[in-house]
């Protein structure tokens, strides 16, 4: 039986669709975004899946939003949530009823840069490498257990945005990547830490950067 998952996103949608392009184990149950607008979900609708929209701008309480958000991914049944670009964030009885299956993509080397805007902040602190991490999300935002890491280089002429385009090249590689290794039930739980099961290689990437 394949693995059911559902992805929140909230924007473009390219982490998304380098999982859709991936072809893994999987089955994409439904494609969940908190704004009606977001490019995401028109990609998913254009590949026959399931989409929902849920507009947090109609909810003033985000335990609320938060609480409906949670009963429309139950409704399909998976084995796993994967957060794609989603920018709100959850609230800890959301991430109760679904932690251990709820994985995101942040754009930093955490635990360095939780939160937002972390290109421009790497770039400010002047670190010569930086990257992307997937995780276990829990209550404490950006700080679940790490599942697997792809560091860049930082040019001394890279801007906020040069610097993510290539952040993101080793995002669409990596995402794939653990989302495969969830689905395989090779994601192991070591006292808060992910170990992968019959590991030959690395659960690290290093690019050149080009
Ligand atoms: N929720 C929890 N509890 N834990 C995490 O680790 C989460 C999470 C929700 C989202 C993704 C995330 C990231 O990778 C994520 C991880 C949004 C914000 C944020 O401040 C921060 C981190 C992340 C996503 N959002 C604003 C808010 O008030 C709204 C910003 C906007 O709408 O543009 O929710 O970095
Ligand atoms: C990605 O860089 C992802 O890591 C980041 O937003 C971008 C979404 O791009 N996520 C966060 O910053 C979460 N706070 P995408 O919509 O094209 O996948």
């Known amino acids: 039986m394949s693995c059911r998952v ?33 490019a995401g979900l028109a990609f998913a609708r254009e590949h026959g899946l399931t989409t929902v929209a849920l507009d947090h701008t109609l909810h003033a309480e985000r335990e609320g939003f938060d609480a409906q958000l949670a009963d429309e991914i139950e409704r399909h049944q998976p084995d796993l949530v994967v957060l794609a670009g989603y920018m709100r964030i959850l609230s800890p009885a959301f991430i109760y009823r679904f932690e251990g299956r709820l994985l ?16 421009e902040r790497a770039l400010a602190e002047g670190v010569k490498i930086h990257g992307c991490t997937v995780h276990f999300v829990t209550a404490q935002l950006d700080h679940g257990p790490i599942v697997i890491q792809a560091a860049v280089p930082v040019r001394a002429d890279d801007t906020a945005n040069t610097l993510a385009t ?3 090249a080793q995002e669409h ?18 006292d808060g830490c992910v170990n992968l099961k019959d590991d030959l290689t690395s659960q690290s990437v290093l690019s050149t950067g080009a």
């Open 166 to 168: 290539r952040v993101l």
């Open 6 to 38: 559902v992805v929140l996103l909230s924007g473009r949608g390219s982490n998304f669709q380098a999982i859709v392009e991936a072809t893994l184990p999987i089955e994409i149950v439904a494609v969940i975004s908190n704004r009606p607008q977001a």
């Open 173 to 190: 590689q990596i995402y794939p990547q653990a989302i495969r290794w969830f689905a395989e039930g090779r994601l192991l739980n070591n």
């Open 104 to 119: 995101n993509i942040h754009p930093s080397l955490l635990p360095m840069f939780p939160g937002l805007k972390t290109h």
